[in-house]
């Protein structure tokens, strides 16, 4: 954090929950009276292509979030399985993939998803206020080569939010190296209807950063 170790009085860490903010560190600098605060963003991999979340709501409230117009509320839904849809032979009943869509309202998710990619790929990473994250931190706990690597939260932006968008054979969505999907799972329960949004933290050990720009 580009800190002189020799300036530092004391460090306190305090563990939050609910914010994208992970862990708050507070730095006391010595005879300046000051307190830095640092905002850290914890991410726990056990392998080297461990997928993570970073960000999961039901669709109404990213349309809150985003003003996500209503056409492309519907058709979230209808992905998420929230909404039917009227798309015969599915390949499964319960949602609608984006590859199952038309031609013009995949252009039309595909369009609105590029025009508003700043905005989301800033909230699901570094989030809003007080408590958004500076940084990242990405513990990687393996048999042979335990690690940790920490990188300023715009160089986690740029490396997974750069690319393009687009439609995965799976039917799901990449946003850069975002991957955006039905949440599944959860025993059949409603919740799996959620949309979230998943990254690879692990690949945050392949690359270099001299800034925090």
């Avoid at 392998?47 to 209503?70: A, C, H, T």
Wanted: charged share 30%; net charge positive.
């Amino acid at each position: 954090m580009d800190y002189n170790i020799s300036d530092i009085e004391s460090v306190s860490a305090f563990v939050l929950s609910g914010f994208k903010t992970d862990v708050q560190i507070q730095v006391k600098i010595k005879l300046k009276h000051l307190i830095d605060v640092e905002n850290l963003q914890v991410k726990l991999v056990s392998n080297l292509k461990g997928f993570n979340q970073i960000d999961k709501r039901w669709v109404d409230k990213y349309v809150e979030m985003w003003s996500i117009p209503k056409n492309i509320a519907v058709l979230l839904k209808q992905y998420t399985g929230e909404l039917d849809s009227e798309i015969k032979n599915r390949r499964d009943q319960r949602r609608t993939f984006i590859n199952e869509f038309s031609e013009i309202n995949r252009k039309d998710l595909v369009k609105w998803i590029e025009e508003n990619k700043t905005l989301i790929v800033n909230d699901i990473i570094k989030g809003r206020g007080k408590f958004s994250a500076e940084w990242m931190l990405v513990a990687q706990k393996t048999d042979n080569n335990p690690r940790w690597i920490l990188k300023p939260i715009n160089i986690v932006i740029n490396h997974f939010g750069n690319g393009s968008v687009v439609i995965t054979k799976q039917g799901n969505i990449k946003i850069g190296r975002i991957t955006m999907q039905r949440k599944g799972g959860d025993n059949g329960r409603k919740t799996a209807q959620m949309l979230q949004f998943k990254i690879n933290p692990a690949e945050l050990f392949d690359i270099d950063n001299k800034d925090r720009s």
